[in-house]
T-cell receptor
Framework: NAGVTQTPKFRVLKTGQSMTLLCAQD?????MYWYRQDPGMGLRLIHY???????AKGEVPDGYNVSRLKKQNFLLGLESAAPSQTSVYFC????????????????FGPGTRLTVL | AQSVAQPEDQVNVAEGNPLTVKCTYS??????LFWYVQYPNRGLQFLLK??????LVKGSYGFEAEFNKSQTSFHLKKPSALVSDSALYFC?????????????FGSGTRLSIRP
């Protein structure tokens, strides 16, 4: 049981380049999330998914796109990278699909450190 | 709108002393509250959560947190700090009646335990 894995671990891009970050979970979780972590700002939600084939915008979605073609995978894309997207990106997943009874503890991947020059 | 605040960027404690990391929240209903810890170059790890019931919640590594509804606080505590507790700690809140499973994280508090 690997939990939540992210690839790659590190990446350096030039402004305008594109890339895709891959998140995979083997816990059969319904919900998946992409966050970015910046100094002094905690974690901010970029996009999330409540199930296979669904995606939704979070707090800071601009400049990013996502896809959830398979339940276990959640992809984060940068179509035209900008220096403001230099950050550490974390993927997370949780089991229960929302609602008042949900306690949705989130399980995090190890992160991807992205630098945009 | 839900929000969470961690008023201290850094907390310094001597090994063996008690520690407290502060968290206050704002949410429309009864909150779900979480503490996560992040060690260097790692993802966040779940420590403990409050959903309902006893206001004192016990979690991993000897940590506990006290839910105080009147003060809208959920401070993280440990009776005797270890050097290995040094890490970045995040408080998080969720409105259980929000339309999706979105958790709001605080900005984090760096805990430094000196030998």
């Amino acid at each position: 049981n690997a939990g939540v894995t992210q690839t790659p671990k590190f990446r350096v891009l030039k402004t305008g380049q594109s890339m895709t970050l891959l998140c995979a979970q083997d816990m059969n979780h319904e919900y998946m999330y992409w966050y970015r972590q910046d100094p002094g700002m905690g974690l901010r939600l970029i996009h999330y998914s409540v199930g296979e084939g669904t995606t939704a915008k979070g707090e800071v979605p601009d400049g990013y796109n996502v896809s959830r073609l398979k339940k276990q995978n959640f992809l984060l894309g940068l179509e035209s990278a900008a220096p403001s997207q230099t950050s550490v990106y974390f993927c997370a997943s949780s089991y229960v699909a929302g609602g008042p009874e949900s306690t949705d503890t989130q399980y995090f991947g190890p992160g991807t450190r992205l630098t945009v020059l | 709108a839900q929000s969470v605040a961690q008023p201290e960027d850094q907390v310094n404690v001597a090994e063996g002393n008690p520690l407290t990391v502060k968290c206050t929240y704002s949410v429309s209903g009864n909150p779900y509250l979480f503490w996560y810890v992040q060690y260097p170059n790692r993802g966040l790890q779940f420590l403990l959560k409050y959903i309902t019931g006893d206001n004192l919640v016990k979690g991993s590594y000897g940590f506990e947190a006290e839910f105080n509804k009147s003060q809208t606080s959920f401070h993280l505590k440990k009776p005797s700090a270890l050097v290995s507790d040094s890490a970045l700690y995040f408080c998080a809140v969720r409105d259980p009646y929000s339309s999706a499973s979105k958790i709001i994280f605080g900005s984090g508090t760096r805990l430094s335990i000196r030998p």
